[in-house]
Nanobody, 116 residues
Framework: QVQLVESGGGLVQAGGSLRLSCAVS????????MGWYRQAPGKQRELVAA???????NYAGSVKGRFTISRDNTKNTVYLQMNSLKPEDTAVYYC??????????WGQGTQVTVSS
């Protein structure tokens, strides 16, 4: 019954910013790692950023310095602040949560489109 719901996607011009949110709802014992992935047309899904329960982060090289992942454990929510967006950032962004260190749940995805 655990669900992940993303929000914040949309259309933005190159150089602009978006903030994605992913809220985890349902019966939750604990959330280990949370992350954001993206998939562009014709490409494989790739890791964008991840954050552990302790706050350690990991970023894809292509987004370092531009994107920031954070989480609010009191709200069971993970965020992705995306600055200096580029057209190559265009993709469907998916939220992922590892629950109780065992189960993996994915959000439905939110479209991010960056125009040149």
């Amino acid at each position: 019954q655990v669900q992940l719901v993303e929000s914040g996607g949309g259309l933005v011009q190159a150089g602009g910013s978006l903030r994605l949110s992913c809220a985890v709802s349902g019966s939750i014992f604990s959330i280990n790692t949370m992350g954001w992935y993206r998939q562009a047309p014709g490409k494989q899904r790739e890791l964008v950023a991840a954050i552990t329960s302790g706050g350690s982060t990991n970023y894809a090289g292509s987004v370092k310095g531009r994107f920031t992942i954070s989480r609010d454990n009191t709200k069971n929510t993970v965020y992705l602040q995306m600055n200096s967006l580029k057209p190559e950032d265009t993709a469907v962004y998916y939220c992922k949560a590892v629950l109780q260190g065992l189960l993996v749940r994915w959000g439905q995805g939110t479209q991010v489109t960056v125009s040149s």
